[in-house]
T-cell receptor
């Protein structure tokens, strides 16, 4: 079974500052990794994904994430945030060897302030 | 150009009164999922269809059922909703291979009174 831990439930940050949202996972098998963003009263929108290859993955809205296998982490970063980045960010994993089930973290609320 | 469409966006119903939530997709994906997301919690998978094959999660309550009459549509039926079923219900789709990301609709916020 897989599990996902997002230790920070809320992250406040000033506009134009950098941000890192942490995601750690636990799995006995290899996994695919995803970050989703959820705006109020909306569904989950895919930000980026790691399937294989380069460990640094770039996504939409200027976000990127780095897969670190030894630390079982997939932290999300953005060098300069905007007010419009205020949202819930959810990390998810899925086994590589068959099955369609996503395991989600509990999310991190990013609040960008002026 | 919405690709996964959920109706209604908001639903209020009485305790014990059956309710049906709808999901349609224009992506022609063969896998469709239903998730329940309670406040401040991660989405929890209820079940999914791989084509016509129904896959129920072991801990999904018996009064939650689903129908998929064709590739484009999938319904979530709650036969006798309880107060604890108040939640956001998310529909998602994906292509068959497991490395493809899931695409989500905007959800239906269901309130049981």
């Amino acid at each position: 079974a897989q599990s996902v831990t997002q230790l920070d439930s809320q992250v406040p940050v000033f506009e134009e500052a950098p941000v890192e949202l942490r995601c750690n996972y636990s799995s006995s098998v290899s996994v695919y990794l995803f970050w989703y963003v959820q705006y109020p009263n909306q569904g989950l929108q895919l930000l980026l994904k790691y399937l294989s290859g380069s460990t640094l993955v770039k996504g939409i809205n200027g976000f990127e994430a780095e897969f670190n296998k030894s630390q079982t982490s997939f932290h999300l970063r953005k060098p300069s945030v905007h007010i419009s980045d205020t949202a819930e960010y959810v990390c998810a994993v899925r086994r590589t060897g068959g099955g369609n089930k996503l395991t989600f973290g509990t999310g991190t609320q990013l609040k960008v302030e002026l | 150009d919405a690709m996964v469409i959920q109706n209604p966006r908001y639903q209020v119903t009485q305790f014990g009164k059956p309710v049906t939530l709808s999901c349609s997709q224009t992506l022609n994906h063969n896998v469709m999922y239903w998730y329940q997301q309670k406040s401040s919690q991660a989405p929890k998978l209820l079940f999914h269809y791989y084509d016509k094959d129904f896959n129920n999660e072991a801990d999904t309550p018996d009064n939650f059922q689903s129908r998929r009459p064709n590739t484009s549509f999938c319904f979530l039926d709650i036969r006798s909703p309880g107060l604890g079923d108040t939640a956001m219900y998310l529909c998602a789709t994906s292509e068959g291979p497991s490395n493809q990301p899931q695409h989500f609709g905007d959800g239906t916020r269901l309130s049981i009174l």
